[in-house]
């Protein structure tokens, strides 16, 4: 009964966040909703059957989250240039880079860092990660333009 609940208030959440998205109330994205929520969960219940989720994150990282709008808000300012560079048909300054990103402790721990550090650095419009290769302890991503990585990200290694 209360794995039953469980699905319920997963449905429940995804039909939710499917009307956020649309923004409509209509019949038809009611029941679109309903059933792309109901494949949600069984798409996600299967996955975690199949691989357990190993993430812990500490609590202190997300302290750093007040940094993010004054990120967005000038990586917000590097994509309206870029736009105005594409709109006068100048070449790109977009870039691929990689520079050294190291996680330690336990894999769930390790998992929280990588997970943290790639909703940090992929929340802004400047830069996306593509990849983090934990053999090599590199983090690869894409940049509309050069900037430096956040300092809260580099936090990330030291905890």
């Given at each position: 009964m209360k794995r039953l609940a469980g699905y319920c208030v997963k449905w429940i959440a995804f039909c939710l966040l499917w009307l956020l998205f649309v923004y409509q109330i209509t019949m038809p994205e009611l029941l679109a909703g309903a059933a792309a929520a109901a494949l949600t969960v069984v798409g996600l219940e299967t996955s975690l059957k199949a691989e357990p989720l190993h993430f812990r994150p500490k609590l202190r990282w997300f302290a750093e989250?007040?940094?993010?709008?004054?990120?967005?808000l000038e990586d917000l300012?590097?994509?309206?240039q870029t736009l105005a560079r594409?709109?006068?048909?100048?070449?790109?300054?977009?870039?691929?880079?990689?520079?050294?990103?190291r996680t330690s402790g336990d894999e769930s721990h390790r998992a929280g860092q990588r997970c943290t550090a790639t909703v940090f650095m992929s929340v802004s419009p400047n830069s996306v990660v593509v990849d983090i290769d934990t053999k090599q302890d590199f983090i690869m991503f894409h940049q509309v333009k050069a900037s430096p990585i956040p300092r809260f990200v580099r936090k990330l290694e030291d905890s």
């Open positions: 989250l007040w940094k993010l709008p004054a990120t967005i300012w590097v994509l309206l594409h709109a006068l048909k100048k070449p790109s300054q977009a870039l691929f880079q990689t520079t050294p990103f």
